[in-house]
């Protein structure tokens, strides 16, 4: 059984994001899973006015394990460690709400985005059922402490992998890889995976076709960009006339995992199983039309 949070002691802190390299990187393919992530400090903890579970409902519980093969097939993986509802690596670096800090924000804070309106920009103050995370007003110099040593970490990794893939292979096309909720109502004929491109912007139709075709040659059910089109990573790596290409891949939790309780269910296996297939054909694809 999983339990409800790993509870390291606070030296044993991981660093904020995890790279597996293949020996041999065969593609222009490489995989971020930034919502994933699940080292919760103890001090934030301890300030929640959540139960850890209510907080890890949060994340895109077991991402980074569904693509865990990647590697050994030629592609690399980027995992952040830190959750989502601490700092969320999918948003601008200074996405925050005003209305929980003890003191004014800077004027460079974009303090008036939807996802702040939300309650959800880089510092959430609520999670997804709409509940408070704090007891208290935080202080601005928390905030920044979670960008300089989590946010710039992952995304510098980021942006860095980018740029050796674009430098080998002339192109990259990064999967962005998320998990969603379960749609009320929806039951039997919900989506179980969304493509997000922006609309289109953010990377080459064909590469999202391929994408597409491909899952659905293994069973599954897609939509594109409905409701989900891509967050800060899709749109802001999204450069397609520089050769850089990005697609938001959502997964249905139902599909390999108890929501209520972020318990791994047996699908899992089986899901993993095909994401290793996806990422294979992946690899195996030739690209070089993504190219500038």
């Known amino acids: ?15 904020p994001f995890l790279l597996q390299r293949p020996l041999v990187q065969a593609s222009p393919v490489i995989l971020a899973s930034p919502h994933s992530g699940r080292h919760y400090p103890l001090a934030f903890l ?11 409902r949060s994340e ?20 952040a460690t830190f959750p989502r509802v601490y700092c969320d690596a999918n948003r601008e670096p200074w996405e925050l709400d005003p209305g929980m800090f003890d003191e004014p924000l800077p004027d460079f804070v974009n303090t008036a985005s939807p996802r ?5 920009g880089t510092i959430a103050r609520v999670v997804a059922s709409g509940e408070s995370v704090y007891r208290r007003r935080l202080s601005f110099a928390e905030a ?27 192109c990259c096309l990064l999967i962005d890889c998320h998990s969603m909720p379960s749609f009320p109502g929806e039951n039997g004929r919900a989506a179980e995976m ?13 590469a999202t076709r391929i994408l597409e075709e491909t899952l659905t040659g293994l069973g599954y059910r897609l939509r594109r960009n409905d409701p989900y089109a891509g967050g800060y990573v899709t749109r802001h790596y999204g450069r397609p006339r520089e050769g850089v290409h990005a697609i938001q891949l959502e997964i249905a939790r139902s599909l390999y995992m108890d929501e209520r309780r972020i318990q791994r269910l047996p699908g899992l296996d089986h899901l993993r199983a095909d994401m290793d297939r996806l990422v294979s054909h992946l690899v195996a694809e030739d690209w070089s039309f993504l190219r500038a």
């Open 46 to 56: 301890a300030e929640s006015r959540l139960d850890p579970v209510a907080l890890r």
């Open 194 to 206: 969304i493509l997000g491109d922006a609309h289109g912007t953010s990377a080459a139709p064909r």
């Open 1 to 15: 059984m999983d339990l409800p949070i790993p509870a390291p002691a606070e030296a044993a802190s991981p660093p």
């Open 116 to 120: 702040v309106g939300a309650g959800l």
């Open 144 to 170: 920044v402490a979670r960008i300089r040593d989590l946010w710039e970490p992952y995304h510098a990794a980021l942006d860095g992998l980018i740029h050796e893939t674009v430098q080998r292979f002339g």
């Open 60 to 79: 895109d519980g077991f991402v980074e394990e569904l693509f865990a093969g990647a590697p050994a097939l030629g592609a690399p993986l980027l995992a």
